[in-house]
T-cell receptor, first 113, second 114 residues
Framework: SQTIHQWPATLVQPVGSPLSLECTVEGTSNPNLYWYRQAAGRGLQLLFYSVGIGQISSEVPQNLSASRPQDRQFILSSKKLLLSDSGFYLCACSTGVGTDTQYFGPGTRLTVL | KNQVEQSPQSLIILEGKNCTLQCNYTVSPFSNLRWYKQDTGRGPVSLTI?????NTKSNRRYTATLDADTKQSSLHITASQLSDSASYICVVSLINNAGNMLTFGGGTRLMVKP
């Protein structure tokens, strides 16, 4: 079965600083990958999804970007963080088109000060 | 617009008691509905999944129901334990060419007290 790793687990960054969050997946190949953000007390919001290397779709306009340099690696980035970027970031994977199960990583808690 | 609404937003119950969480959705076309449990600071973990044709599914002390006609689901927790304290998220799925796209409810935060 697949395992999703995320790091770092927690991060405190000043406004205007860059960001790089990494997600890697083990136990499956060619997964669909997703980045979600969960604001405090709120539901999960889909930020990006990827169906393959170099293929990124953005769900909402924002200060963040995503990249997929390898099949099982998904990176969330920002050039300049905003206060509103604070939240809990979750990486998820599903194992292909039509397959419905999404598995979530442990998450990264980002605080922008 | 695809939406998932959950109620109540938060709930406090005593250990050993039962509770029921509600979920209403407007997602279309509907593929399936999941209930996830999310412990504080952790990623969500799937509890149950139901497709259009299923109207009840159990997983240990968790029983989920689905009424696809009224677009409502419930999650019933029996004989609650302290470890049930978590957020419970209703997630409705539709499938497009990007795989499965999920619409998340805002969650119900459950606290079980001794």
């Amino acid at each position: 079965s697949q395992t999703i790793h995320q790091w770092p687990a927690t991060l405190v960054q000043p406004v205007g600083s860059p960001l790089s969050l990494e997600c890697t997946v083990e136990g499956t190949s060619n997964p669909n990958l997703y980045w979600y953000r969960q604001a405090a007390g709120r539901g999960l919001q889909l930020l990006f999804y990827s169906v393959g290397i170099g293929q990124i779709s953005s769900e909402v306009p924002q200060n963040l970007s995503a990249s997929r340099p390898q099949d099982r690696q998904f990176i969330l980035s920002s050039k300049k963080l905003l206060l509103s970027d604070s939240g809990f970031y979750l990486c998820a994977c599903s194992t292909g088109v039509g397959t419905d199960t999404q598995y979530f990583g442990p998450g990264t808690r980002l605080t922008v000060l | 617009k695809n939406q998932v609404e959950q109620s109540p937003q938060s709930l406090i119950i005593l250990e050993g008691k039962n509770c029921t969480l509600q979920c209403n959705y407007t997602v279309s076309p509907f593929s399936n509905l999941r209930w996830y449990k999310q412990d504080t600071g952790r990623g969500p973990v799937s509890l149950t999944i139901m497709t259009f044709s299923e109207n009840t599914k159990s997983n240990r002390r968790y029983t989920a129901t689905l009424d696809a006609d009224t677009k409502q689901s419930s999650l019933h927790i029996t004989a609650s334990q302290l470890s049930d304290s978590a957020s419970y998220i209703c997630v409705v799925s539709l499938i497009n060419n990007a795989g499965n796209m999920l619409t998340f409810g805002g969650g119900t935060r459950l606290m079980v007290k001794p």
